[in-house]
């Protein structure tokens, strides 16, 4: 008896819209700790978006050089010489707050490992691949980062406009700068894209390495 | 006998050998230096078609053998063949095509995927195989009928007793159609009558599809189905029975 090992084709990808709905799968059972994990990144998110807009509204509004407006720049304690450039402590807490959500994101996606590794090991049982395992923690990341940035973004271009309106009254409608608010949304939006998967790097290479075996665990 | 005597002996044998163990060592290293021998030499043929379960205590190497010979785990020494496939060449992908492709799998605790509906559970390792979805979708209806689930494609496990669980669990198991099925303590979660209906599944299978039933067991009812049973103590093979030589009666079993 010869092995036969010629039989086994080459490596083919199971298509992205079986992995999409796998880990959607996987989200809609454990709903609510997806949630969990999305508002940490929305705050993040939202803070992050908040900061960028004011940046923006601040600078067009003193490119404006109205009188007027500079005593309302200046009554909110706007350094106008500077060109009210964000400074450095404020970019440290930005930094700070994007760490804590991808911490947060890490160990959530942890979590989910450990709580489905059952499920992995009966997904390698009936065929997966180490691949398709990775790929279902990727999507299942991007996904909630994808969502937490877009609703962070809304929520901090709400903020951001409230509080400018409260503050600079219809100057800063007058002076709305729509490129600038454009770059700060999208600049949101792919930050929160990045961490999302960054954070699923050490998830889904610790759930690709679970073995078959694990499917057969009896739950106690 | 070595591995290439017995290699020349089975050629010359006619019989149709499905899954072949030769002298499969397993040893884990512990962390003070102790080696446990959970197989120590095992040689083992299991014939197209049959239906042999394996049994022992725990801690015999049972379920090790179990997952040897169901390519979920390799051995230290020894060789295994699955289908003339000698699973310990193969790399991390090509182990997934033979799992995916020549096994199926039946859990103790059915381990059927949540939120995913019956027909779901059962495409998925069509997809994992390469079918298309609606190629899949077409199959997986008639596997569901097979099992008798045809009315419940679309409920999801936590609507279906146990029972339907685990039938779930045998139409996931034969979608690819397999050559082998491995079924670890099918009817251990489920009432006696359940427990029979699945044995019937399986028996059925065999006898339609050829399918090779291995079962890790201590259900007298599967027992009595049996082709062959084999006894695991120690890491060695105790004893092998034909089912025809052993009197099986409900709460024991005696050698005629």
Redesign the interface.
Known sequence: MMPKQDVIPEQTAVSWPIVMSVSMAGMRRRFSRAMITMVGVVLAIAFLCYMLLNETFVQSMIAEGSDDLNILLQNANVDILSGGGTDQMTVLLIGLTLLTSLVGIINAMLMAVTERVREIGTLKCLGATDQFVVRTYFVESAVQGVCGSALGMVLGLVVSMVVNLKTYGWFALKTFPAGGVVVALLVSLGAGAVLSVVAAIIPAYMAARKQPVEALRVEE | MSETEY?KD??EREED?VI?AIDVKRHYHGMDGNVTKALDGISLDVLRGEYLSIMGPSGSGK?TLF?MIGG??SPTEGMV?ID???VA??D???L??????K?G?I???Y?I????TAL?NVT??M????NS?SEAREKGMAILETVGLGDRALHRPFEMSGGQQQRVAVG?AIA?DPVIILA?EPTANLDVHTGEEIIELLNKLRDERGITIISATHDMKMLDVSTRILWIRDGKVQRLEERKNLNIEIGRIESE
């Open positions: 290699l089975a050629e050998i072949r379920s997952n979920i785990d063949f003339e496939i000698d060449q193969l991390s992908y090509e997934a095509w033979l799992r995916c492709h096994i799998y859990f103790q605790s381990n995927l949540p939120v995913l779901e998925l390792p997809v994992f195989a390469g979805p996931r690819n670890d």
